[in-house]
């Protein structure tokens, strides 16, 4: 069984910075990618930025210059950095993690969500 729990989401005004944090824990073999997505209200869900193993980033056009994903490998975390803020960032942001329980199939897997807003 592999989890995913989410912290740090929260309110804050534009202009400010928050932190995400994402801990993958269970029966882990190896996680090749790990990433945020967000869904705003109304809007479909959407890569925000994802982090390979070997540290290889990708970011959304939206995101890119604000916002820094970095990822703890011995700690199974992935973390999303996210400075200068607008309300359109406002979004519940979801941790997804492609995770190989044994070293052979992968799976993907989704955190709960954490619930982002920023205000004007």
């Known amino acids: 069984q592999v989890q995913l729990v989410e912290s740090g989401g929260g309110l804050v005004q534009a202009g400010g910075s928050l932190r995400l944090s994402c801990a993958a824990s269970?029966?882990?073999?190896?996680?090749?990618?790990m990433g945020w997505y967000r869904q705003a209200p109304g809007k479909q869900r959407e890569l925000a930025a994802s982090?390979?193993?070997?540290?290889?980033?990708n970011y959304a056009d939206a995101v890119k210059g604000r916002f820094a994903i970095s990822r703890d490998n011995a700690k199974n975390t992935v973390y999303l950095q996210m400075n200068s803020l607008n309300p359109e960032d406002t979004a519940v942001y979801y941790c997804?993690?492609?995770?190989?329980?044994?070293?052979?199939?992968?799976?993907?897997?989704w955190g709960q969500g954490t619930q982002v807003t920023v205000s004007s």
């Open positions: 997804n993690a492609e995770i190989s329980p044994q070293g052979r199939v992968i799976f993907r897997y």
């Open positions: 982090i390979t193993s070997g540290g290889i980033t």
């Open positions: 269970g029966s882990i073999f190896s996680i090749p990618v």
